[in-house]
């Protein structure tokens, strides 16, 4: 298993909407984040910062996320996310969600 | 089980502090925090922002902090740490590591 911690910029006249997406996320979408072995995966919120955590429990991440970039289910959902989000600074080449470095982690 | 993200800042120039103090953690802080009934406990650092997730598995979240607190070594642990850090601008008052709002989860 691997986990991850991600960071993404809300923009704040978007705050709502993406509260309001993420408070009713459609039933396919959630389907196929399952299908691509993640599990455990939640999102927060403050001062304009989301943060992502999840556990990867598959073989091959980049295929995984490959597969759910396909999806057109998901594809319409990050239709309706992606222009509440924008990168961080610092993200790196082709980020979205810019991956952090785990610096601790205890059982 | 209740989950939770926190955020606090790192000063750039104790970057590589915090992380060796992280990389190399007292096992009588590890025991603390885990007799505290937290589980699953991450630390993530990226662009100067720290983000923590853990479980607390126990029954009064604010008794176990408290008890914590007490503890004469993890006070020690905390003087090392704490310099390496700042509360982020919009932290609740008497917040260290601010709360942030959960605002997905799948399991």
């Given at each position: ?46 001062g304009g910062y ?58």
């Amino acid at each position: 298993m691997r986990r991850f911690g991600q960071v993404i910029k809300l923009k704040s006249d978007m705050e709502e909407r993406y509260k309001y997406l993420h408070a009713n996320p459609w039933p396919e979408v959630n389907a196929m984040i399952h299908m691509c072995n993640i599990r455990n995966y939640s999102i927060f919120l403050k001062g304009g910062y989301l943060f992502a955590y999840f556990e990867y429990v598959g073989e091959d991440f980049e295929k995984d996320m490959e597969k759910m970039s396909q999806d057109p289910v998901t594809q319409r959902w990050w239709r309706e996310t992606d222009p509440c989000q924008e990168a961080v600074d610092d993200a790196a080449e082709g980020e979205w969600w810019a991956n952090m470095q785990e610096v601790y982690h205890l059982d």
